[in-house]
């Protein structure tokens, strides 16, 4: 069965610790995205990548870092940086450059603070 | 620029009644809609989606949404609903035209709670 594996399911990060959350599909999709969850504000693009080796900054990018070494996997680190990281992270992937193809989604990763 | 609001954050209602979910956008292009569902700690699922063509779209489980471009609406409605429907609902924009590269932005999201 395709789909989207995110890990772990659920996170806590200590002070000023750097933090990456997983993110591999087998849908054989380009595109991949990362979005954080806040309750009440939707989801919010960090980053996204539609080729391996590329990736651009979503609405907010400030404190995380991402890579696309291969076309399965996209990693993301939330840095010490980002002060405010307690949320719900979600990756998705979809087919590149198709506005009118859906976004496929895993099942998350919460991520607290120690 | 896109965007998209739903205008209730949460609507409780009970078992076997009729429900709306309501969700305008504004684009100044051509758009394409989906309805994402989320049960809790999970990812989104994929409801239904408007693309082009007839401007009622349903899904398998008794969904059905109508786009109105007048309107800028993409209301969501199911005629009796089940314990089971219980989840939040995202309403969601692409745009088309050829610079787009498939973003989507999401409304805040509705929680529908369905009472026995």
């Known amino acids: 069965d395709g789909g989207i594996t995110q890990s772990p399911k659920y996170l806590f990060r200590k002070e000023g610790q750097n933090v990456t959350l997983s993110c591999e599909q087998n849908l054989n999709h380009d595109a991949m995205y990362w979005y954080r969850q806040d309750p009440g504000q939707g989801l919010r693009l960090i980053y996204y990548s539609q080729i391996v080796n590329d990736f651009q900054k979503g609405d907010i990018a400030e404190g995380y870092s991402v890579s696309r070494e291969k076309k399965e996997s996209f990693p993301l680190t939330v840095t010490s940086a980002q002060k405010n990281p307690t949320a719900f992270y979600l990756c998705?992937?979809?087919?590149?450059?198709?506005?009118?193809?859906?976004?496929?989604f895993g099942d998350g990763t919460r991520l607290s603070i120690l | 620029a896109q965007s998209v609001t739903q205008l209730d954050s949460q609507v409780p209602v009970f078992e076997e009644a009729p429900v709306e979910l309501r969700c305008n956008y504004s684009s100044s292009v051509s758009v394409y809609l989906f309805w994402y569902v989320q049960y809790p700690n999970q990812g989104l699922q994929l409801l239904l989606k408007y693309l082009s063509g007839s401007t009622l779209v349903e899904s398998i489980n008794g969904f059905e949404a109508e786009f109105n471009k007048s309107q800028t609406s993409f209301h969501l409605r199911k005629p009796s609903v089940h314990i089971s429907d219980t989840a939040e609902y995202f309403c969601a924009v692409s745009e088309g035209g050829g610079t787009s590269y498939g973003k989507l932005t999401f409304g805040q999201g509705t929680i529908l709670t369905v009472h026995p």
């Open positions: 998705a992937s979809s087919i590149y450059g198709q506005p009118n193809q859906p976004q496929h």
